[in-house]
């Protein structure tokens, strides 16, 4: 079982909708969450990160967590073309310093 | 200001040759990290680095090897390139405690 897992994608939406990511992990010590994007053919950026478990709102953006499922996630409110990227979650593990496990990342498309 | 700045873009390596990806950042970050990303496979850790003159393996570090010897270079060298290393390499950097890394634009590598 891998650490974190994250549903590949592609994920296909029409401009306006709202889009849920989702992500799961086996770690249940694992306490800083993160979701970067990544459009094509460039580096990851940093999207949202947020402590624990709760909600954390930014803009159109709101990042979820849920420690008791051991599920995060990231919802898009009013989803518009330029959202279009791979969607990638990060967490720290025990121990880990600063050192990120990611994700697969999944795949996002917002159609006109 | 430039960020994390990856040199050469793209390579085309044959088996068994050597070559090494540049990595430089501006921002006088600590925290230094080479990732690969495979399809499917997410960012995996290769070696990482707390400062000048320290580092030390991440997850896949066969096969790789990198230096540190300022604040603002963190090159990595391929030696004795096998096709398994065919991969896109991304250079990040940090502060302490933080966990918005700052990636560099990716080297895409194959080797042949």
């Known amino acids: 079982q891998k650490e974190v897992e994250q549903d590949p994608g592609p994920l296909s939406v029409p401009e306006g909708a709202i889009v849920s990511l989702n992500c799961t992990y086996s770690?249940?010590?694992?306490?800083?969450f993160m979701w970067y994007r990544q459009y094509s053919r460039k580096g990851p950026e940093l999207l949202m990160y947020?402590?624990?478990?709760g909600n954390k709102e930014d803009g159109r953006f709101t990042a979820q967590v849920d420690k008791s499922s051991k599920y995060i996630s990231l919802f898009i409110r009013d989803s518009q073309p330029s959202d279009s990227a791979t969607y990638l979650c990060a967490m720290i593990p025990p121990g880990g310093g600063n050192k990120l496990t990611f994700g697969t990342g999944t795949q996002l498309k917002v159609e006109l | 200001n430039a960020g994390v700045t990856q040199t050469p873009k793209f390579r085309i390596l044959k088996i068994g040759q050597s070559m090494t990806l540049q990595c430089a950042q501006d921002?006088?970050?600590?925290?230094m990290y080479w990732y690969r990303q495979d399809p499917g496979m997410g960012l995996k850790l290769i070696y990482y680095s707390v400062g000048a003159g320290i580092t030390d393996k991440g997850e896949v570090p066969n096969g790789y090897n990198v230096s540190r010897s300022t604040t603002e270079d963190f090159p990595l060298r391929l030696e004795l390139a096998a096709p398994s290393q065919t991969s896109v390499y991304f250079c990040a950097s940090s502060y302490p405690d933080s966990y918005g890394y700052t990636f560099g634009s990716g080297t895409r590598l194959t080797v042949v």
């Open positions: 770690n249940s010590a694992f306490q800083y």
């Open positions: 921002m006088n970050h600590n925290y």
């Open positions: 947020t402590y624990s478990s």
